[in-house]
């Protein structure tokens, strides 16, 4: 079992960065792959960016944030962080981390475990 508590969400203007951050708890955190996803009202889960186990070194993005997101981990410390720069008002939701074992993966139904979002509201 994994506890994922999710924080650094806000208001801000377009243009702005926030960090988001995901402190997980549990088993070994190192082993898991990990993921952003975001959920804007009326709309699907959408996939956001990933992060694979420590050693596998690779890093997935969704197409409306190359360039501008960055997905990081600690496994010192347990966290995963999501760095979003020039934020715009389309980037808007409640977000989400996930991690699950094996493959890293882009689709919200292969998570296995989910923390309870962070609202973020980038105003134009």
């Known amino acids: 079992q994994v506890q994922l508590v999710e924080s650094g969400g806000g208001l801000v203007q377009a243009g702005d960065s926030l960090r988001l951050s995901c402190a997980a708890s549990?088993?070994?955190?190192?082993?898991?792959?990990m993921g952003w996803f975001r959920q804007a009202p009326g709309k699907e889960r959408e996939f956001v960016a990933a992060i694979g186990w420590w050693g596998s070194g690779m890093t997935y993005y969704g197409d409306s944030v190359k360039g501008r997101f960055t997905i990081s981990r600690d496994n010192t410390k347990n966290t995963v962080h999501l760095q979003m720069n020039s934020l715009i008002p389309e980037d808007t939701g409640v977000y989400y981390c996930a991690a699950k074992y094996s493959n890293i993966a882009t689709r919200p139904g292969e998570y296995d475990y989910w923390g309870q979002g962070t609202q973020v509201t980038v105003s134009s």
């Open positions: 549990g088993r070994t955190f190192s082993n898991y792959n």
